[in-house]
């Protein structure tokens, strides 16, 4: 069974750097044709695609966000990274990682969330 686990520090100071870590067991992140997805929901929103890695380890961003998004990969370790630079209180949210099928383009596997607060 596939299961991802994000984790990372719950807090996180204005302008500093939000680093998380999605742990993936039951599959690897260099299958075809899977997508690891990074997705957050900030309080009383929706939810917000950030950006995601391929199997092939190619990166895509919203186009909002990416001035300050870094998505990259440790294949030895199973591990999709996100950083996301210059932090402010609007960045508060819940942050899943997810992996997207690209066959069907459904999110089929999803982290049961870790919530992240910006705050001084």
């Known amino acids: 069974q596939v299961q991802l686990q994000e984790s990372g520090p719950g807090l996180v100071k204005p302008s500093q750097t939000l680093s998380l870590t999605c742990t993936v067991s039951g599959a690897s992140i260099t299958t075809n044709y899977y997508y690891w997805s990074w997705i957050r929901q900030p309080p009383g929103k929706g939810l917000e695609w950030i950006g995601y890695?391929?199997?092939?380890?190619?990166?895509y961003y919203s186009p909002s966000l990416k001035s300050r998004t870094s998505i990259s990969r440790d294949t030895s370790k199973n591990q999709v990274t996100l950083q996301l630079t210059s932090v402010t209180p609007e960045d508060t949210a819940v942050y899943y990682c997810?992996?997207?099928?690209?066959?069907?383009?459904?999110?089929?596997?999803w982290g049961q969330g870790t919530e992240v607060t910006v705050s001084s």
């Open positions: 890695i391929a199997y092939s380890g190619s990166t």
């Open positions: 997810a992996r997207l099928d690209y066959s069907n383009y459904r999110y089929d596997y």
